[in-house]
């Protein structure tokens, strides 16, 4: 919840300018700007798994279809959604064409991030799947190592369920030092960057720091 309507034209245009391949995923009440505006791709926050209804303060999958919007979070830890919620909306995404960014993470070390995902148990390959350590987000002090051990684990576990070379992200305590150590380990296809992407000035500064791989 974060940006207000004045100063929606100043960060398009800024990050327009940013040469990257980025997905955006701005509020609800952002889209349509971004949608007409915005040379980078868009996704929603979320979606409802439910076609259409009277569902106040909802919104569904075939209403962010209706926009042409191909991508949505899916299962981020500050929608605290269960695992029936995140499935739902995942079969949702992939019944309908929307790309689902499926956002997981462990709450501790000692948490084996297979389980995490095996309590989920969906596997395909049109997932993009976005790896958010709960105890990195907001973090100023990375563990490099746990970072690719799980990365690693989540690789080959996604292999041993047929997903070829699969889109693994990483999110959590990102920020214009560490990206690029995070960003070159090895499997890790991108970078997903939470609060830090709301304030232009911040995201501009990681943004032209990546040295692409």
């Known amino acids: 919840m974060n940006l207000y309507y ?12 940013i040469n990257k391949n980025l997905i955006i995923a701005p509020s609800n009440i952002y889209l349509l700007e971004f949608l007409n505006k915005c040379h980078h791709q868009v996704s929603s926050q979320d979606i409802c798994y439910l076609e259409e209804g009277n569902h106040t303060g909802k919104v569904s999958w075939s209403q962010v279809k209706s926009l ?14 269960d695992s029936n919620k995140i499935r739902a909306k995942l079969k949702s995404c992939l019944e309908n064409d929307i790309i689902p960014i499926l956002c997981f993470g462990n709450k501790t070390k000692e948490e084996d991030i297979t389980n995490v995902l095996d309590n989920i148990n969906i596997y395909d390959q049109r997932i993009i799947y976005a790896y958010e350590p709960l ?17 690693d684990k989540i690789y080959q576990h996604l292999e041993s369920k047929n997903i070829i070379n699969p889109q693994i ?45």
């Open 68 to 81: 042409g919007i191909k991508y949505s979070l899916i299962g981020h830890s500050e929608k605290n959604d």
């Open 169 to 213: 992200l990483y999110g959590g305590g990102i920020n214009v030092k560490n990206i690029n150590t995070v960003y070159h380990m090895n499997k890790i296809k991108g970078i997903m960057i939470g609060s830090k992407s709301s304030d232009i000035n911040q995201i501009e500064q990681i943004l032209l720091n990546i040295n692409e791989k």
């Open 6 to 17: 004045n100063q929606i034209d100043e960060y398009i245009e800024r990050i327009n300018k």
């Open 135 to 151: 105890y990195n987000i907001a973090s100023n002090d990375l563990d490099y190592q746990d970072i690719e051990n799980n990365i």
